[in-house]
């Protein structure tokens, strides 16, 4: 099992339970438990509803439309790969892409191109969506195409990598403001250690991001 393990699952049936007492009484079969408690389990993760107001969806670049059927997890293989490969291409020019070399004028929203949370290029923009689409279609697959899809470790890893991108995001927009706020010079306030702190989080993203694709079987 992966971090939320046994116990974790355990808690999760047990808010089924909950929400149904007689469930504790009759068996549940497994792919309806498999529903059931991924629903709750991403419920509770969510939080409770935000208002309209507060979500803003940004309109992704017309190129990263699902490849088909939306319901059909694949149609979404190619958007995921190429995600895959702009966090392997900021890793890799990290100086280049940052001006990580300097002592000025860090690029932390370079980073944040890449990630999808400035501008509408990435095909990170907008992941949780199409993540939560990939679930949704990996739980319906009437054809049993995801059938060895442990899909609890998918929702796991998907929490990770959504997760990794915001902190990868606030650190990148601190990298930017840190010196200009009067931290220059500060240990561990700077930006060029925001900066440091902004490329582990993302290295540490991005290996969640290859186990996602594994999962899905996504090479």
């Known amino acids: ?7 974790r699952l355990a808690g999760v049936l047990l808010l089924a339970q909950a929400c149904d007492p007689a469930a504790a009484h009759r068996p549940m079969p ?29 309109q992704a670049d017309p190129k990263w439309q699902p490849a088909g059927d939306p319901s059909d997890p694949r149609s979404y293989f190619a958007q995921l790969r190429a995600g895959r490969d702009e966090l392997r291409r900021c890793l890799r020019d990290w100086v280049k892409i940052t001006r990580a070399d300097g002592d000025t004028d860090y690029d932390g929203d370079a980073v944040r191109r890449i990630i999808g949370t400035v501008g509408t290029a990435s095909p990170l923009l907008n992941l949780e969506r199409v993540l939560d689409k990939v679930r949704r279609g990996i739980l319906a697959d009437p054809e049993g195409v995801f059938d060895k899809v442990d899909v609890e470790e998918f929702v796991e890893l998907a929490q990770e990598v959504v997760q990794g991108l915001r902190d990868v995001d606030l650190l990148a927009y601190s990298a930017i403001f840190a010196d200009p706020s009067g931290n220059a010079g500060v240990p561990g306030q700077s930006s060029k250690a925001y900066l440091g702190k902004t490329k582990a989080a993302l290295e540490k993203t991005a290996e969640d991001y290859d186990r996602l694709l594994r999962v899905l079987g996504v090479d």
């Open 30 to 58: 497994r792919a309806r438990f498999q529903k059931s408690a991924l629903c709750l389990f991403c419920a509770a993760a969510l939080g409770p509803p935000r208002p309209a107001s507060a979500v803003v969806i940004r």
């Open 1 to 7: 099992r992966t971090r939320m393990g046994r116990a």
